[in-house]
Nanobody, 117 residues
Framework: QVRLVESGGGLVQPGGSLRLSCAAS????????MNWVRQAPGKGLEWVSS????????TYVDSVKGRFSIFRDNAKSTLYLQMNSLKPEDTAVYYC??????????RGQGTQVTVSS
């Protein structure tokens, strides 16, 4: 059974930092690209970042480049998102996702990130 459990969200002031974690189980984590997506209030899902199975090729949406860093620990089957210089527009529910095929996708329950003074 595939499980993705996100944690690390919270309330932070603009300019602050958070580190999100996603504990994965039920599949061969080390073999797959993993992703972070987010959903802001009243908006659709937005892709944020991806990282290949080896952790050597991260990619980011333009709006977070230079502020967010994605990385993974394959030994712990855990995906991370380090978020620095947070802005109010980063407020969203953040999900980690796994796409084993073009027609199948899994995501966790999400973790709320709120950036506000």
């Amino acid at each position: 059974q595939v499980r993705l459990v996100e944690s690390g969200g919270g309330l932070v002031q603009p300019g602050g930092s958070l580190r999100l974690s996603c504990a994965a189980s039920g599949f061969s984590f080390k073999s797959y690209t993993m992703n972070w997506v987010r959903q802001a209030p009243g908006k659709g899902l937005e892709w944020v970042s991806s990282i290949n199975n080896g952790g050597t090729s991260p990619t980011y949406v333009d709006s977070v480049k230079g502020r967010f860093s994605i990385f993974r620990d394959n030994a712990k089957s855990t995906l991370y998102l380090q978020m620095n210089s947070l802005k109010p527009e980063d407020t969203a529910v953040y999900y980690c996702t796994w796409r084993p095929s073009t027609t199948t996708s899994y995501r966790g329950q999400g973790t709320q990130v709120t950036v506000s003074s």
